[in-house]
């Protein structure tokens, strides 16, 4: 099955894009797209992975689903589309960055800016309906994002994975802590955030790890 993604994503995913899991999938997205709101764009679907090829991967940062609202998704986690917003766990990630690193608050939730360095922002379920979270779970996209987490622990090393709240750090239990940074915090949301990520400096810390390993550090 040919899946339009970025071409380093195509050649480690293939075998996913066989499995009937995903051709049901794919069948379920087209047709909801066809009936009714859904979000992202469908061109931006797989931004994150067009935004940060698998060989530049150095951060894979993990969100649950992508933002519902109106003009807000833009394919990447807890990322937003330019000039709109920036949403009260974005707001607390920049806060916190701004606590561990000193920078200021960005004027904009737009965090392509990261991908582009090699942050991959990947939701667990890539697509969902205007106004109805979780509309798009259990459809199959968690199992594909599954395969994803996956091969980026098995196929490479030193990779720094931000583990934010149960849902996430459940979903990353397969990573390879041998081979890799995983850093774990309580999700930033407003309801959480107070509980156990401030304070937390997984920024200067993943920093620190890429520097240790010779990778270029993120410009936060």
Known sequence: ????IESSWQEVLQDEFEKPYFK??????????????????GKLIFHAFEEC????????????????GKGQANGLAFSVAEGVRTPPSL?????????????????TGNLERWAEQGVLLLNATL???AHEAGSHQKKGWEEFTDAVIQKVSDLKVHVVFMLWGAYAQKKGAVIDEKK????RAAHPSPFAADKGFFGTRHFSKANAYLK???????EW
């Open 1 to 4: 099955m040919q899946v339009k």
């Open 53 to 68: 090829p698998f060989d530049q991967v150095r951060v894979v940062i993990l969100g649950q689903d992508p933002y519902h």
């Open 180 to 183: 890799h940074l995983v850093l």
């Open 127 to 129: 697509t969902v309906r």
């Open 91 to 107: 707001q607390n990630i920049f806060k916190e960055i701004h606590s561990d690193l000193g920078k200021p608050i960005p004027a």
């Open 24 to 41: 049901n999938m794919t069948q379920f997205v087209k047709e909801e797209y066809a009936r009714t709101e859904v979000y992202p764009p």
């Open 212 to 218: 240790q390993h010779g990778l270029p550090e993120i």
